[in-house]
């Protein structure tokens, strides 16, 4: 069964605990993405939305780092409250330790990968991440278009999953809305993240349930 995750990066603000209350009734994560201008062009928001968010959030809280030295903040994500972790392969060099150090505090770790980084960099540590994201858009901002290489990749990443007989999950993010989603799935997605598809629609609870398929 898919797992939708909206992207609070595309929720009202001004109402935050609307949006909240919608991903409680409806979806399935908190998807909340962490920007830092360095790694990424542009900056989203820190630890105050995110504790803001801990207070009333009843499903799990999906972090994506988009930042340069995501090991420096690994605890402090813990304490936070979040349960899912992940970080940009490109952004470190001892992926290895940084999964696991996202384990033993507790979190489930998940790795990253822009458009143009091949599948096969994820290989090697697929039995370390209970989760990897592809990017299905380059990391940085909301509202983008879906590029549709990501069929492919997914393809090639679940046939080395089910190869390697581990329980690693698959995300989605980027540009991810009804007109894509049970494509996505029928290749194999297990959590489709969604932003603007679900916060720009009149009807939040309807896009969430139509992108279940
Ligand atoms: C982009 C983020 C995505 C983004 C998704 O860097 O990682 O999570 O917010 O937003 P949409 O669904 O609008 O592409
Ligand atoms: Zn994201």
Redesign the pocket.
């Known amino acids: 069964m898919v797992q939708i995750a909206p992207?609070m990066?595309?929720a009202d603000f001004l109402h935050l605990e609307n949006d909240v209350d919608i991903v409680n009734k409806y979806a399935d994560l908190f998807?909340l993405?962490i920007?830092d201008g360095s790694f990424?062009p542009n900056i989203s928001y820190g630890f105050p939305v995110v504790e803001a968010i801990a207070k009333k959030a009843a499903k799990p809280m999906d972090a994506?780092l988009?930042i340069v030295h995501p090991e420096n903040y690994i605890e402090k994500f813990a304490d936070t409250g979040v349960d899912m972790l992940s970080f940009h392969l490109n952004a470190v060099d001892n992926a290895d330790q940084i999964l696991d150090r996202i384990r033993a505090l507790g979190m489930h770790p998940g790795l990253a990968i822009n458009p143009d980084i091949p599948v096969e960099n994820l290989f090697p540590y697929l039995e370390k991440c209970d989760y990897v994201l592809l990017?299905s858009?380059f990391?940085?901002?909301?509202?983008?278009k879906f590029i549709e290489d990501t069929y492919d990749r997914l393809a090639a990443l679940k046939k080395e999953i089910r190869r390697q007989g581990t329980d690693c999950l698959v995300q989605i993010?980027?540009?991810?809305?009804t007109s894509n989603a049970s494509k996505l799935i029928s290749y194999g997605a297990d959590i489709l993240?969604?932003?603007?598809?679900v916060f720009q629609s009149d009807d939040p609870a309807g896009v969430i349930t139509a992108m279940r398929g």
């Open positions: 992207s990066l595309a998807h993405d920007m990424v994506h988009m990017m858009v990391a940085g901002f909301g509202g983008q993010d980027g540009g991810v809305s993240v969604a932003g603007s598809a």
